[in-house]
């Protein structure tokens, strides 16, 4: 199986310790978001995990115990966009986060981390422009450290129109500008852009449109095959990424990022980050009277058949 957990949150920037903790005592507990009083226990054993997926705009505090998931095989996505205080005020600043990139991609693998530059937006300030130079800056000095870089355009989800009300779809021709223009800056510095949900409207332009955590970017990361069963291989329409495990929760992540879908308000998160216990195998608070523990199915995907090329 895939255990993700950067969907809900940021797990490695804000709750590294409470993540070791899991992985020493070899199980983690995780409530249902839409039914709280239903909890699934999912083993951390590479015996049936055959990946660990993290999605963080800040892998330095995961650094000094990196040792204690080499059992484990892993997949990277490290976010790493242009935007300034307003925009992410608790984000480490650019220069920090590219060279925490750098240093993770030299201890894991080029393979095993890639880059998300992602959601993209237009506004008088980030205009198509300053998009183009950040990006080219940004491709440089990740240069040798990634072999892909997932971008996407923003969604205007309730949420983010309530905490980011100037927020505007990017237009048709727009996105194709962007794309032409990264695909001509990772080629230059060996980078894939690829983009997930976002349609094939790019694909002739050289876009890979096909989804940044389906199988065989996985395989890719972690060396091995995949046999996945058809009820793991999509989670939503147009989607073929393996999402559907995913050991954080909504309204926790501290960066503060005013496009978040996946915060409510800070008023909650603040809330709920109150309730986080690093000795608790729940991300946040413990477990209640009424709550509902069941065993996750878990099983490798693993296909140990020989391959010919």
Known sequence: MILNTGNRTDIPAFFSTWFYQRIKEGYVLVRNPYDPRQILRYRLDPEVVDCLCFCTKNPEPMFSRLKELDPFRQLWYVTITPYGKEIEPYVPKKQKVIASFRKLS??????????????IFLTDVYDLTYHFHAFEAMAQALNGCTKRCV????????????????????EKKDRIAIGKEFVKIGKKNGIQIMTCCEGTELEPYGVDCG????????????GEY???????????????????ADIGAYNTCGHGCIYCYANYDQESVSWNRKLHDPSSPLLIGRLNPGDTVRE??????????????
């Open 211 to 222: 989804g940044c955590m389906r199988q065989d970017v996985i395989e890719q990361a972690i």
């Open 296 to 309: 996750a199915k878990q099983e490798t995907y693993i296909d140990p058949q020989l391959r010919l090329f």
């Open 226 to 244: 995949l046999e996945v069963p058809s009820r793991g291989k999509m989670i939503r329409e147009g989607c073929r990424c393996l999402l559907g």
């Open 151 to 170: 971008i996407s355009f923003i969604d205007l989800y309730e949420k983010t129109r309530r905490n980011f009300p100037q927020a505007k779809r990017v």
């Open 106 to 119: 030299q201890k894991i693998g080029v393979g095993s981390v890639i880059w998300r530059y992602d959601p």
